[in-house]
């Protein structure tokens, strides 16, 4: 079962720039890297959920989010894969090229296993919530949709309202979550991100 040991900044950093050259490196060959053999911390090669998301700097525009919120491999192993899927498999988005690298911030968000929310009602998800803290992952039939703890804080939105956008992330409408049928999930995540492109890379805190 997966320990959700911390992961520290210095390994955060060797993760983001793993990532970096994950991507770099398919962009130049079509390949993809290992991770570094004698890079051996138990936090790196725990399995664990992670998703890395491309900001272009300065203006912080999004350009690529993917991830595996369930953890399906290596720490490490998930880093490579999910940054270059976030730079050449979003669909949301085109290819992020080699020379636009040089403008673009990487974040990585380390997830806790995702844990089902159990209601008595429906009426009872929003105060299971905490904004600023929890991610959520909704499921529905064949429909599923997730969002990262950090969403809600950038757009300012309630329980309520984080509700009604993963449910719309899922492409369903927004007050399905009020279907005794669905299942909600929540998780938290260690968010780290560069200040600028290959600079120092800081552990995020969300404030609400």
Request: charged share 30%; aromatic share 8%; proline share 7%.
């Amino acid at each position: 079962m997966q320990s959700n040991n911390m992961v520290t900044t210095s390994q955060a950093s060797y993760l983001i720039d793993l990532a970096r050259r994950a991507i770099l490196h398919f962009l130049e060959t079509g390949e993809k890297i290992s991770p570094d053999p004698k890079k051996k911390d138990k936090e790196l090669k725990e399995d664990r959920g992670v998703f890395i998301t491309l900001n272009s700097y300065p203006d912080e525009e999004l350009r690529g989010c993917i991830g595996s919120p369930f953890p399906m491999c290596a720490l490490d192993k998930g880093v490579i894969d999910n940054a270059i899927s976030a730079a050449v498999h979003d669909p949301r988005f085109p290819h992020v090229s080699i020379k636009e690298m040089d403008n673009i911030i990487i974040e990585i968000s380390i997830l806790t296993e995702p844990e089902l929310i159990k209601v008595s009602s429906p009426e009872d998800y929003p105060k299971n919530i905490k904004i600023g803290k929890d991610g959520l992952i909704i499921r529905y039939g064949y429909s599923s949709g997730l969002l990262l703890p950090q969403v809600p804080i950038e757009w300012n939105w309630n329980a309520k309202e984080f509700l009604s956008h993963v449910c719309k992330k899922a492409g369903l409408p927004k007050n399905m979550w009020h279907s005794a049928n669905i299942e909600i999930y929540k998780f938290q995540a260690e968010i780290f991100t560069e200040e600028k492109p290959r600079g120092k890379v800081i552990k995020k805190r969300l404030f609400r």
